[in-house]
């Protein structure tokens, strides 16, 4: 196999791998971010997925010898990175590129801020429609008769968001994601130069033992 197809097959097992873990995660995500119970269970699917399927993935062709458990914890823990990256970030990002900002006003909250954020009802100020409850991030107590403005999902999939989210929301997102980024990045290329390696000794990227055996 030429060095310039193994060096291509590895990324596009890693970028399979990702786009397979994103796209279960993503919909873990949205599954849970509806607030029915229901659609919770459901989520149980596709989380079991998002872990099981990017592995094999990532493992398609590779000889059994080379299926070592320090590959399966690296790839393991780039999985379990994007996951929290993804479930957590998937509302907020959503909201905020799609989402439909709205005057609304409080009408109940619990008056008291633990760690900046609070369960408040609020209701559109426009039309006085009831919109539930939100967590609303701020620095200050927030009480009944205050106005602020409120992020609407236009299609009435996740529950509404009030305010900006915890700056460290955005933190720990933006950055398990470029860890998980990172460490996928530095496991490609051990990968790679293992099969180069490999290849270059012996013509094949089978490990050495099975080429003996061939």
Do not use: K
């Amino acid at each position: 196999m030429p060095r310039n197809r193994l060096i291509l097959r590895q990324i596009c097992l890693s970028l399979g791998a990702l786009l397979a873990c994103l796209t279960a995660w993503v919909a873990v995500g949205v599954l849970t971010g509806s607030g029915s119970t229901a659609l919770m269970l459901v989520a149980v699917l596709p989380m079991v997925a998002g872990l099981v399927v990017p592995v094999m993935v990532w493992f398609a062709g590779e000889d059994r010898l080379d299926r070592r458990p320090g590959w399966f914890t690296g790839i393991g823990v780039v999985i379990l990175l994007f996951a929290v990256a993804v479930g957590v970030g998937v509302s907020p990002t959503y909201l905020d590129l799609a989402g439909r900002r709205v005057p609304v006003v409080v009408t109940a909250g619990d008056g008291a801020s633990r760690q900046g954020h609070q369960l408040v009802v609020v209701e559109a100020a426009a039309t006085g429609e009831d919109l539930g409850e939100v967590l609303f991030f701020a620095d200050r107590d927030i009480r009944a008769g205050d106005r602020m403005v409120a992020v609407l999902d236009p299609l009435g999939w996740f529950p509404p968001e009030v305010g900006q989210p915890s700056p460290a929301l955005h933190r720990w997102t933006y950055g398990l994601a470029a860890v998980g980024a990172l460490l996928l990045t530095v496991l490609t290329a051990l990968r790679i130069r293992r099969d180069l390696r490999r290849y270059d000794f012996t013509g094949s990227r089978r490990p050495a033992g099975r080429s003996r055996r061939a």
